[in-house]
């Protein structure tokens, strides 16, 4: 099974400026990466698949990167609904598919 | 893409078992695979299970070997999980979901909560 290892577990930024979150896996999923928003009390949201690939209905201030074992997410300038917990889910080796633990994107 | 609807909330006691269900509309079920993720309190996301309703095959995560059945019914767009031997640490929010072919889940459902509670 494919471990993956997100970080921050919490990130403190402001509005308008950016975040980056990292996941990282624990063998290379090529770019099978996919990044999910989750709001309190909501099912998760699909941003980004591929390792890149923005959702459809994806604002383009949601960019993601990398391939093999090392990603990033990354929100350009942060609005206040994008405040929330990103997963980060591999779906190179599956069943089973797995997921990060989680960041927190906190308002500071 | 597919909308998923599952069934509300539950209340069990330790040792009984729970049936929660999934209808999907506005796609085409049987092209889609199923999966099972659960979200304890404040946890983030756990992969439980997955099948393919038109093949009728079912994967399971090895924590739940023995434990957890999926079924779908192709006529009515329902698929189905079923958790037994229920324990206090499967107090969680179960949430379907429709996976790519490739993987990756383009649709969840709202999420059903069950709580485990003597």
């Known amino acids: 099974e494919i471990v993956m290892t997100q970080s921050p577990a919490t990130l403190s930024v402001s509005p308008g400026e950016r975040a980056t979150l990292s996941c990282r896996a624990s063998?290379?999923?090529?770019?099978?990466l996919a990044w999910y928003q989750q709001k309190p009390g909501q099912a998760p949201r699909l941003l980004i698949y591929?390792?890149?690939t923005r959702a459809t209905g994806i604002p383009a201030r949601f960019s993601g990167s990398g391939s093999g074992t090392e990603f990033t997410l990354t929100i350009s300038s942060l609005q206040s609904e994008d405040f929330a917990v990103y997963y980060c889910?591999?779906?190179?080796?599956?069943?089973?598919?797995?997921f990060g633990q989680g960041t927190r994107l906190e308002i500071k | 893409q597919v909308q998923l609807v599952q069934s509300g909330a539950e209340v069990k006691k330790p040792g009984s078992s729970v049936r929660v269900s999934c209808k999907a509309s506005?796609?085409?079920?049987?092209?889609?695979?199923i999966s099972w993720v659960r979200q304890a309190p404040g946890q983030g996301l756990e992969w439980m299970a997955r099948?393919?309703?038109?093949?009728?095959?079912?994967n399971y995560a090895q924590k739940f070997q023995g434990r957890v059945t999926i079924t779908a019914d192709k006529s009515t767009s329902t698929a189905y999980m079923e958790l037994g031997s229920l324990r206090s640490g499967d107090t969680a929010v179960y949430f379907c979901?429709?996976?790519?072919?490739?993987?990756?889940?383009?649709?969840w459902g709202q999420g059903t909560l069950v709580t485990v509670s003597s």
């Open positions: 979901a429709s996976l790519t072919q490739s993987g990756f889940i383009d649709s």
């Open positions: 506005g796609g085409t079920f049987n092209t889609h695979t």
């Open positions: 099948i393919i309703p038109i093949l009728g095959i079912a």
């Open positions: 063998q290379s999923v090529s770019s099978n």
């Open positions: 591929g390792a890149s």
């Open positions: 889910q591999q779906y190179n080796t599956w069943p089973p598919i797995t």
